[in-house]
């Protein structure tokens, strides 16, 4: 190959090489580039034209310049706005920079020309078929180049030009490029552009099946997509809708049935969304639709309006229930304030008393009087928490807890809620739900209830909470600092009476198909029935015995054909069978080691007949009965009293050297216990030592102390009616109980004298008769 040597300036190219018999546009703005194109311009328009190395460098030093480059004429130059010139350059031949002669204010170089040879080889001649192939394969793959542009490069003869012209074609670094520069020699060209070639077609392959794949996705997606417009319009028509929109616009819908709190509303319309994104068949698809069925079906802000009318309300709960005079009166109580502001938070109401009461009821009748929903959730068992609070929804088949299935039920957030049999309730590993109940029934915070379910604050402040237990000592006593305690003790006979007559004897003959006219009861028939065939606080035992009589006059209206059946206390046995509890009376006259007591029990009050009888022995204090601890420390404290103070009740000073003493309470199948029969007891072993009786017409109750004095003691409502029950005139009672009088009917009250005591020198004197009597 010709070379010759020649000096011409220097136009270094950024990012882009010429290659022989390449016409190109260059835009040129760097002052050093403008000086070569004037001095080129002003001498024989010659230029050579070299690549960067870096294309971001603006002022390239020689070794920042590849050698290898192209001498190009200027075809045309034009000065754009801006002080850049655009040139037109037309590549002529390769050349070699063998030195910088001058580098202000251009670079003038010192260069070696190459000719291109003219003769072929039969190697050549291969590589150029090879090359040209090749290049018309990349042309219909890339499709960039027109059909065109490739004849007219195709039609070329010469190797050396056919190669430089497909180079010029190529989208190729710059790197590539060079290297098919440097390539001097013919054949080394070929081979270089035919490997170009080959890597270029390699990754138009890759290109074309990642496109083909694409293409089908997009088909198969646009496909889809197009169907489902296409049946989203034809449901249109029909009125139809498919499954999954129908229910996304229904919840949309039913939320627009009730105002939410701003942070609940976010909630649903995020659930929504959420379900509207998912595939149906997914799992989480099923626990979203149960959350948002939850979330709207509780009653945010639903609320039912009170009937405020007080006279209308004391009607109905007269209407309801005979007594339980101070339940009453606090419902009227809560209306009257609710008449004057809404903004009363809703009481937290405990009735506590004995089963068969009418707790229940009553609770209904409330909700019935004020004209509010009602719900009933017991406790009774309950011991998981999340029975109280609900599971969090990350357990399978997780639900909210027992409050606001409740509220849900109701469908108004002000309902009378009832929590029954609270006193009932354990706890264990699950976790402790009446600490639970603590932020259910804690005005102060049940505006804010957080269910682990539901998971946002449910406002219970509007909530009438009615809460029922038999026994007070079992409620765990946080839980009963937050609630307002009505003791509803238990009914007097003649309550029984009236409630019988005004309720239960209608009630049933109503459920068993009967009519007034065909069973008539006695008022004596419902008393008998109380006293002989009953022996509880409330009312279901009497309710059971009124309704199996009712099923007898049934079957003799059925089976006998009678019109009419009267129910008496001469022919009561015949409907009943014989009476299963003696009519316990007072004792009919004074005996000496004989003493009356009063006890309470869960059923109502009872009296407990004490018996004491001294025999010769050596002190041993003998007690029978099923009595418990507590009655036992009682009778030890009454004998250790009595032991101090012999001298002053005129019994020996040795006398428990040389005497037994056997106290016994009958019935001793029934335990027995309880701090209230102190002074019944030792009254009893005062009688037996010094041998005056103990009145017959008289009964008692208190605890005693080592010192002689008289404790205060509890159910004395209950104790009081049993007495009155059985006859009693008189009653011994602690002065400290005075205030639980009180609490009785009028009818007990005027009929038993009440003497009130401190000391057992006082409970001796009133109850001891004396000796000259």
Same mark, same amino acid.
């Given at each position: 190959m010709e070379s010759k040597k020649r000096t011409i300036p220097l136009l270094p190219l950024r990012g882009i090489l010429v290659f022989p018999y390449?016409?190109?546009?260059?835009?040129?703005?760097?002052?050093?580039?403008? %000086?070569?194109?004037?001095?080129?311009?002003?001498?024989?328009?010659?230029?050579? =034209?070299?690549?960067?190395?870096?294309?971001?460098?603006?002022n390239p030093e020689p070794d920042d310049i590849f050698t290898v480059g192209t001498v190009a004429e200027i075809k045309q130059l034009l000065k754009l706005p801006g002080g850049?010139?655009?040139?037109?350059?037309?590549?002529?031949?390769?050349?070699?920079?063998?030195?910088?002669?001058?580098?202000?204010?251009?670079?003038?170089?010192?260069?070696?020309?190459?000719?291109?040879?003219?003769?072929? !080889?039969?190697?050549?001649?291969?590589?150029?078929?090879?090359?040209?192939?090749?290049?018309?394969? @990349?042309?219909?793959?890339?499709?960039?180049?027109?059909?065109? !542009?490739?004849?007219?490069?195709?039609?070329?003869?010469?190797?050396g030009r056919l190669t430089d012209l497909i180079a010029s074609h190529l989208s190729l670094k710059v790197e590539d490029k060079q290297a098919l520069l440097d390539a001097i020699d013919v054949q080394e060209r070929l081979e270089k552009l035919c490997e170009i070639l080959g890597r270029e077609m390699e990754i138009l392959e890759l290109e074309k099946k990642i496109n083909v794949r694409v293409r089908k996705q997009m088909e198969k997606t646009q496909k889809e997509y197009y169907l489902r417009e296409q049946l989203k319009a034809i449901?249109?028509?029909?009125?139809?809708?498919?499954?999954?929109?129908?229910?996304?616009?229904?919840?949309?819908?039913?939320?627009?049935?009730?105002e939410f709190p701003k942070d609940v509303l976010e909630k649903i319309q995020k659930e929504i969304e959420r379900l509207e994104k998912m595939p149906p068949m997914v799992a989480e698809s099923a626990v979203i639709r149960t959350y948002l069925d939850w979330l709207l079906a509780l009653p945010w802000s639903k609320e039912s309006e009170d009937r405020l009318d007080i006279d209308v309300a004391e009607g109905t709960l007269e209407e309801d229930h005979y007594g339980l005079e101070k339940v009453k009166e606090r419902i009227?109580?809560?209306? %009257?304030?609710?008449?004057?502001?809404?903004?009363?938070?809703?009481?937290?109401?405990? =009735?506590?008393?004995?089963?068969?009461?009418?707790?229940?009821?009553?609770?209904?009748?409330?909700?019935?009087?004020?004209?509010?929903?009602?719900?009933?959730?017991?406790?009774?068992?309950?011991?998981?928490?999340?029975?109280?609070?609900g599971h969090r929804r990350t357990y399978v088949g997780a639900l909210p807890g027992r409050i606001v299935q409740g509220m849900r039920t109701a469908g108004s957030k002000n309902p009378v809620f009832l929590l029954d049999e609270i006193d009932k309730m354990s706890a264990d590993f699950r976790g402790d739900p009446s600490s639970a109940l603590l932020e259910v029934l804690d005005?102060?915070?049940?505006?804010?209830?957080?269910?682990?379910?539901?998971? =946002?604050?449910?406002?219970?402040?509007?909530?009438? @909470?009615?809460? !029922?237990?038999?026994?007070?000592?079992?409620?765990?006593?946080?839980?009963?600092?937050?609630?307002?305690?009505?003791?509803?003790?238990?009914y007097t006979e003649e309550e029984k009476v009236q409630i019988a007559k005004r309720y239960l004897v209608d009630?049933?003959?109503?459920?068993?198909?009967?009519?007034?006219?065909?069973?008539?009861?006695?008022?004596?028939?419902?008393q008998k029935v109380i006293r002989e065939y009953t022996r509880e606080a409330g009312v279901r035992g009497l309710e059971r015995n009124i309704a199996a009589i009712c099923r007898k006059v049934a079957r003799q209206i059925v089976q006998n054909k009678k019109k009419s059946v009267r129910v008496t206390a001469q022919n009561l046995h015949t409907f009943l069978g014989t009476q299963k509890y003696r009519n316990r009376q007072a004792e009919l006259e004074d005996q000496v080691g004989v003493s009356t007591g009063l006890a309470w029990t869960e059923v109502g009050g009872d009296v407990l007949a004490t018996e004491v009888t001294v025999m010769k022995g050596k002190g041993t204090l003998l007690l029978t009965g099923q009595l418990g601890e507590v009655m036992r420390e009682s009778a030890q404290a009454g004998f250790s009293y009595i032991r101090s103070r012999a001298a002053e009740l005129g019994i020996e000073a040795d006398f428990q050297e040389k005497t037994d003493i056997h106290i016994h309470l009958p019935e001793g199948a029934i335990p027995k216990d309880g701090p209230s029969a102190g002074i019944t007891m030792a009254t009893a072993v005062v009688s037996a030592l010094t041998g005056r009786a103990v009145r017959s017409?008289?009964?008692?109750t208190g605890e005693i102390t080592l010192r002689g004095r008289v404790l205060p003691v509890g159910g004395i409502k209950e104790k009081m009616l049993a007495a009155h029950r059985i006859g009693i005139k008189t009653i011994l009672m602690p002065k400290e109980n005075k205030r639980d009088l009180e609490e009785l009917p009028a009818n007990v009250k005027k009929a038993i004298e009440f003497i009130l005591v401190e000391h057992m020198d006082e409970v001796l004197e009133s109850a001891l008769v004396k000796p000259n009597e």
């Open positions: 390449m016409i190109i546009h260059l835009d040129v703005g760097r002052e050093k580039s403008i %000086s070569a194109l004037e001095e080129a311009m002003v001498d024989d328009r010659m230029i050579m =034209l070299a690549a960067q190395k870096d294309a971001q460098n603006d850049t010139i655009r040139v037109l350059v037309e590549g002529l031949h390769r050349a070699e920079i063998v030195g910088y002669s001058d580098m202000e204010p251009y670079y003038q170089v010192e260069i070696r020309e190459f000719e291109e040879p003219q003769g072929k !080889t039969a190697e050549v001649e291969a590589l150029t078929r090879t090359a040209v192939n090749q290049f018309e394969q @990349w042309v219909k793959l890339s499709k960039k180049i027109p059909p065109e !542009t490739l004849v007219s490069v195709v039609v070329v003869e010469e190797p449901q249109k028509e029909l009125g139809d809708k498919d499954d999954r929109t129908a229910e996304v616009d229904e919840y949309r819908e039913r939320m627009k049935e009730q009227l109580e809560y209306l %009257s304030i609710r008449k004057l502001t809404a903004q009363m938070k809703g009481p937290i109401l405990c =009735l506590v008393g004995p089963p068969g009461v009418g707790k229940t009821s009553l609770a209904r009748s409330v909700a019935r009087a004020m004209e509010r929903k009602f719900v009933r959730v017991s406790l009774g068992g309950v011991r998981d928490e999340a029975e109280i609070r005005p102060e915070q049940n505006n804010t209830f957080s269910d682990h379910y539901v998971e =946002l604050p449910f406002d219970l402040s509007r909530v009438l @909470w009615i809460v !029922t237990a038999n026994v007070m000592h079992n409620i765990p006593r946080p839980l009963l600092d937050r609630m307002e305690i009505i003791n509803i003790p238990g009630k049933q003959i109503k459920d068993h198909g009967l009519t007034n006219k065909q069973i008539v009861f006695s008022e004596g028939t419902l017409d008289l009964a008692m």
